[in-house]
């Protein structure tokens, strides 16, 4: 899956990077989107989605932009996140510490009471942590992370995305400007 760090485009242009490679495993990825210094405000839209592909179904899922959060504390409603995944980037170029517990209290020290059974773990720079979350008997769950503004979180369920299933009847056709192989 080697790709070119930096990909630019033109005003008014429009560029399709797909980031793919066959697996027997999911792997997660992600991009980071910056306007050049003087550019219109806003000028930039993104859209990005997830495919997977199963014998002959293609099932695709939206996945929304977000901006790195400015705080580094967050305390998520047990109802919220029970039979989610949370995944949390760690957006700087440099380790970030996180820190992951339940507790009926929406304080997000709560983790380092003495006695609290949190886990801790070091996200490497850009590394990417998928939390498979269960049910808790407390209310909240409550991560912290080292580093204020460089985390971003978000929230994924197995609800079933886009599906496309083809068969032998299936045609799939190219535009004449941009002929198969190209």
């Known amino acids: 899956m080697p790709l070119d760090s930096t990909f630019a485009v033109e005003p008014h242009q429009m560029r399709d990077i797909r980031i793919e490679a066959e697996t027997s495993h999911e792997v997660l990825c992600w991009a980071r989107v910056r306007e ?13 989605f997830v495919e997977t592909l199963k014998g002959n179904q293609l099932e695709d899922f939206d996945r929304k932009p977000v901006n790195a959060l400015g705080n ?3 305390a998520l409603l047990e109802r ?3 039979g989610q995944q949370v995944y949390i ?24 009471h003495k006695g609290k059974n949190a886990l801790h ?10 939390l498979n979350v269960k049910k808790f ?9 080292s580093e204020p503004g460089h985390t971003i979180i ?10 496309r299933v083809y068969t032998s009847e299936t045609s799939i056709s190219f535009d004449a400007s941009d002929p198969p192989g190209n």
């Open 36 to 48: 050049i210094a003087g550019a219109r405000r806003g000028g930039i839209q993104v859209h990005g």
């Open 72 to 74: 580094s504390a967050w």
């Open 80 to 82: 919220e996140v029970e």
């Open 89 to 112: 980037l760690n957006a700087s170029e440099k380790p970030i510490g996180m820190t992951f517990c339940v507790s009926n209290k929406p304080i997000v020290t709560e983790c380092r």
């Open 121 to 130: 773990h070091v996200a490497k720079p850009r590394q990417a942590v998928l």
């Open 137 to 145: 008997r407390q209310k909240y769950f409550i991560v912290e992370a």
């Open 154 to 163: 978000e929230l994924f369920n197995d609800d079933p995305g886009h599906r």
